[in-house]
């Protein structure tokens, strides 16, 4: 932790995740390239038609590009009582500041999908869940290491 600000970070993609954006991604340049090289700019109803036929699939492939290579990270600066959920694509991120009201207690439980969620509480009972584990150990290791960290309270999970 430096000067106040704790990140929680969710790592890089899976490799393949990463190699199926880097394909997408070249795919979207390529369309775009072999439209300007072969396509003659016309005031031609052809010419609007095929150009909304390129965006359409340029958009469905920058969908899937983006998919895979968004990451999620959260950030808490605990000198001004602010936190952001930071997204990031490759070097690019983005993310808005929020106040926040005073951290009541850290908990781990079980979702409907058979996942461990980290969770933390504020006073007013909002929530942002910060992590997901498939082990009950390992979200029970990380809300103790959170708790810690924020000085708050943590309410482990027990064994069913």
Known sequence: MSKGVLIIDSGN????????AAVFYTCAVFLVLKFIVNVEFELAEWYYIRILKVLSLLIFILTLAVYYSLTKSFH???INEEYRIYYSI???GFGK???HLKFKFIVVFLSSNDDYLVNIWDVKNNRITVGNYGELEDANKFGALLSKELNIKFQEKKNK
């Open 90 to 92: 490759g070097p690019f």
């Open 13 to 20: 993609r899976w490799w393949l995740e990463r190699v199926l």
């Open 97 to 99: 500041w929020k106040r």
């Open 76 to 78: 808490f600066d605990l």
